[in-house]
């Protein structure tokens, strides 16, 4: 893909939440952000069904692929098979505090090891011709001094090419703390990030972290290149919707509610029609938090999620939840 937009907005890489089907929904409301993939093991994918992890929709790019491992000959490997399936991008997480990770010695306990991080980065991008970005905390467990994420963040920019840093901006708490603590615990210390990008002018600075509004993340474009957006935009998508427009200068009219069902509609017939076992589920799952605010959005989230209307496979049923809330707002 040619002319790639800037990674000034990105939808957060999120493991269960960020599959081809979410992605094909957020590419309808955002052209030119960036998306994600679920952090894949680059084992899963050197000895495993390639199609099944890489395949995605025509029309998701720009899309980066993101990695789990330590191994740079299989991340390397990995990331050859990105760039073949037309990635756009092939990150490695440095931020993943899950105990399974821990036990891979891969995600966030790398930020103790910058020296094998640059082994991997360097093989991953011997191995292709696009970027290779890395995704990581400001600390590890009780590291709590600016030095620590610094000291990370310079030693990879003297030792590799790696010129995109995402800095979820807190740390990893890798004993006691859940995962989903792990996002909300330790404190958010965005100046940490700002000041990386200071410090490293030359070096593409990604901010992420507890943003959930336009305004916040015009106000953080004003210190780092860049805003990484996770949960806010799987909870509700229309916040994606004036990005195109406030961040990339765009003058096609935001989508309409009414526009982007039917698309979804369209898409999720096609899936289903294609029998290889996509079911309505999988698909409206990630559409549950489109209607946030609307009247009637309970009676959206509660028909894609009821377990009866669901089994019968029909993709109409989209459409019916839809019609209760046109009726209720006045939509055509
Ligand atoms: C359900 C879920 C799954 C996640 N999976 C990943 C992942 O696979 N890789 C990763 O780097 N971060 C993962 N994260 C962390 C997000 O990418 C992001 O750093 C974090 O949620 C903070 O951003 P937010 O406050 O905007 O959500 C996940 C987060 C959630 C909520």
Same mark, same amino acid.
């Not at 901010?207 to 805003?227: P, R, S, Y």
């Given at each position: 893909?040619?002319?790639?937009?800037?990674?000034?907005?990105?939808?957060?890489?999120?493991?269960?939440?960020?599959?081809?089907?979410?992605?094909?929904?957020?590419?309808?409301?955002?052209?030119?952000?960036?998306?994600?993939?679920?952090?894949?093991?680059?084992?899963?994918?050197?000895?495993?069904?390639?199609?099944?992890?890489?395949?995605?929709?025509?029309?998701?790019?720009?899309?980066?692929?993101?990695?789990?491992?330590?191994? =740079?000959?299989?991340?390397?490997?990995?990331?050859?098979?990105?760039?073949?399936?037309?990635? @756009?991008?092939?990150?490695?997480?440095?931020?993943?505090?899950?105990?399974?990770?821990?036990?891979?010695?891969?995600?966030?306990?790398?930020?103790?090891?910058?020296?094998?991080?640059?082994?991997?980065?360097?093989?991953?991008?011997?191995?292709?011709?696009?970027?290779?970005?890395?995704?990581?905390?400001?600390?590890?467990?009780?590291?709590?001094?600016?030095?620590?994420?610094?000291?990370?963040?310079?030693?990879?920019?003297?030792?590799?090419?790696?010129?995109?840093?995402?800095?979820?901006?807190?740390?990893?708490?890798?004993?006691?703390?859940?995962?989903?603590? @792990?996002?909300?615990?330790?404190?958010?210390?965005?100046?940490?990030?700002?000041?990386?990008?200071?410090?490293?002018?030359?070096?593409?600075?990604?901010?992420?972290?507890?943003?959930?509004?336009?305004?916040?993340?015009?106000?953080?474009?004003?210190?780092?290149?860049?805003?990484?957006?996770?949960?806010?935009?799987?909870?509700?998508?229309?916040?994606?919707?004036?990005?195109?427009?406030?961040? +990339?200068?765009?003058?096609?009219? =935001?989508?309409?509610?009414?526009?982007?069902?039917?698309?979804? +509609?369209?898409?999720?017939?096609?899936?289903?029609?294609?029998?290889?076992?996509?079911?309505?589920?999988?698909?409206?799952?990630?559409?549950?938090?489109?209607?946030?605010?609307?009247?009637?959005?309970?009676?959206?989230?509660?028909?894609?999620?009821?377990?009866?209307?669901?089994?019968?496979?029909? =993709?109409?049923?989209?459409?019916?939840?839809?019609?209760?809330?046109?009726?209720?707002?006045?939509?055509?």
């Amino acid at each position: 893909m040619h002319n790639l937009p800037p990674r000034r907005l990105a939808v957060a890489p999120m493991l269960d939440w960020t599959d081809k089907h979410y992605r094909h929904m957020a590419r309808q409301i955002t052209r030119h952000s960036w998306l994600y993939s679920e952090m894949i093991n680059a084992g899963a994918i050197i000895h495993g069904d390639k199609t099944r992890f890489l395949m995605f929709n025509e029309g998701e790019n720009p899309l980066a692929l993101q990695l789990g491992g330590s191994e =740079p000959a299989d991340l390397a490997k990995a990331a050859k098979a990105a760039e073949d399936y037309g990635y @756009n991008e092939v990150n490695l997480n440095c931020g993943c505090p899950s105990p399974r990770v821990q036990k891979g010695a891969f995600g966030a306990c790398l930020m103790n090891d910058a020296a094998l991080v640059a082994d991997c980065l360097n093989a991953m991008q011997d191995a292709v011709q696009i970027p290779v970005t890395v995704k990581h905390r400001i600390g590890v467990d009780r590291q709590t001094e600016y030095s620590t994420v610094a000291d990370f963040v310079g030693t990879l920019r003297k030792q590799t090419a790696c010129r995109t840093y995402i800095v979820h901006a807190r740390n990893a708490w890798l004993d006691g703390l859940s995962p989903k603590e @792990n996002r909300e615990v330790p404190p958010l210390k965005y100046e940490y990030v700002y000041r990386l990008k200071q410090e490293f002018p030359d070096l593409e600075i990604i901010i992420n972290g507890g943003i959930t509004t336009n305004e916040e993340i015009a106000a953080h474009l004003k210190h780092v290149d860049g805003v990484m957006v996770g949960r806010e935009a799987y909870h509700n998508p229309m916040v994606m919707r004036d990005w195109d427009a406030l961040f +990339y200068g765009s003058s096609h009219a =935001p989508i309409t509610e009414a526009d982007l069902v039917a698309r979804l +509609y369209d898409y999720a017939l096609s899936q289903v029609n294609a029998g290889r076992g996509t079911t309505v589920r999988h698909i409206a799952r990630h559409y549950l938090g489109l209607m946030h605010g609307l009247k009637n959005a309970r009676s959206w989230r509660r028909m894609l999620s009821d377990a009866a209307l669901l089994k019968p496979n029909r =993709p109409e049923l989209i459409l019916e939840a839809w019609a209760q809330v046109a009726a209720a707002n006045g939509f055509e």
